[in-house]
């Protein structure tokens, strides 16, 4: 995938007369689309013939969000990012699958935990940036973090919704539950670390 990307963004380098950063900004964009693609394409497939398509598509799209404002660790390897991927979602699906018969209490007694324990995490983490990557200025950090948690506020609304009249499978309730405790743990300090020790044993 990397030899495609340094390929593909060589070639619009070469015709658009690109200087050398300018082509370091294509392979990266071409790596990030590359890479994407083939995580829901892989991540998707799984999840279809396990019968979790669904809360899996769901789970995506959450952390997608957030993570878009909010940052958060991150495999620093396109292989590592699509194999732990694909045990996160898979395992947000399965899991989601597997407490969808769960009394209203239940819901109600995780949904009122996950949700402020979120809203404490973000508060104090967000945005989480990598180092090698450090925001330009505190204008950007605070436009970060307002977009983070303006959507970490509607994604709880919405659940507050379902739980009082439930609107949609009892899984994808499940599956927004879960994604939430999975970008609250990318985000609190030491998670990059904690990543970065577990590739040493990845590819």
């Avoid at 340094?6 to 294509?26: K, L, W």
């Avoid at 204008?139 to 970060?144: D, S």
Wanted: aromatic share 10%.
């Amino acid at each position: 995938m990397e030899a495609l990307a340094r390929r593909i963004a060589g070639i619009v380098s070469d015709q658009t007369s690109a200087s050398p950063e300018d082509r370091e900004v294509y392979e990266f964009a071409m790596k990030l689309v590359i890479n994407t693609t083939v995580d829901v394409l892989v991540i998707f497939l799984l999840a279809y013939l396990l019968g979790v398509l669904r809360p899996v598509a769901l789970a995506y799209a959450v952390v997608a969000l957030l993570k878009y404002f909010a940052g958060g660790a991150h495999a620093s390897k396109m292989l590592n990012c699509l194999v732990t991927g694909a045990a996160v979602y898979l395992g947000i699906g399965l899991g989601a699958r597997a407490m969808a018969h769960s009394p209203s209490p239940v819901a109600w007694g995780a949904f009122l935990v996950i949700g402020s324990l979120a809203l404490v995490v973000f508060a104090l983490n967000a945005p989480a940036v990598p180092p090698q990557k450090p925001l330009r200025s505190m204008r950007q950090r605070r436009h970060l973090r307002r977009g983070a948690m303006v959507a970490l506020a509607g994604i709880l609304l919405l659940g507050l919704a379902w739980l009082m009249r439930p609107f949609a499978s009892p899984e994808l309730f499940w599956a927004g539950c879960m994604s939430l405790v999975w970008q609250s743990l990318i985000l609190l300090p030491g998670s990059q670390r904690l990543f970065d020790n577990l590739e040493r044993y990845m590819f």
